[in-house]
C-alpha cells in the first residue's frame, strides 16, 4: 500500500510580490530572485507554508524524516533540521 508524507516543509515564509508566477501550484517551482516567494492569489506580506509530498510504500515509511527548513521576515534560511512523524 501506498501512503503520502511530507517530504519537506518550509515554514515562515513571507509572500513577496512579483508581476509573474514564481511559484506554481504542481509538482514544480520556478527560479525566482533570491527571497522572493510568490504564487497566485496570495497577497504580498501573508505568512505562508510550503509543503512536498512523497509517496512511499509501508516498508519504507518507519525511517521517514521531513526536512524542515525554517525562514526569517526576508525569506532567508535560518535553520534546518528533520521532524519524524510528519
Do not use: C, K
Not at 513577496?16 to 496570495?42: F, K, M, N, W, Y
Not at 510550503?50 to 526576508?74: C, K, N, P, Y
Amino acid at each position: 500500500m501506498m501512503r503520502r508524507f511530507v517530504r519537506a516543509v518550509v515554514r515562515h515564509a513571507t509572500a513577496t510580490p512579483s508581476e509573474g508566477q514564481t511559484l506554481r501550484l504542481d509538482p514544480h517551482a520556478e527560479p525566482g530572485t533570491p527571497g522572493q516567494v510568490s504564487a497566485p492569489g496570495i497577497r504580498p506580506g501573508a505568512p505562508i507554508t510550503i509543503l512536498s509530498w512523497r509517496l512511499s510504500h509501508d516498508g519504507q515509511t518507519l525511517s521517514h524524516w521531513a526536512t524542515v527548513v525554517m525562514l526569517d521576515g526576508e525569506n532567508r534560511v535560518v535553520g534546518v533540521g528533520e521532524s519524524a512523524g510528519t
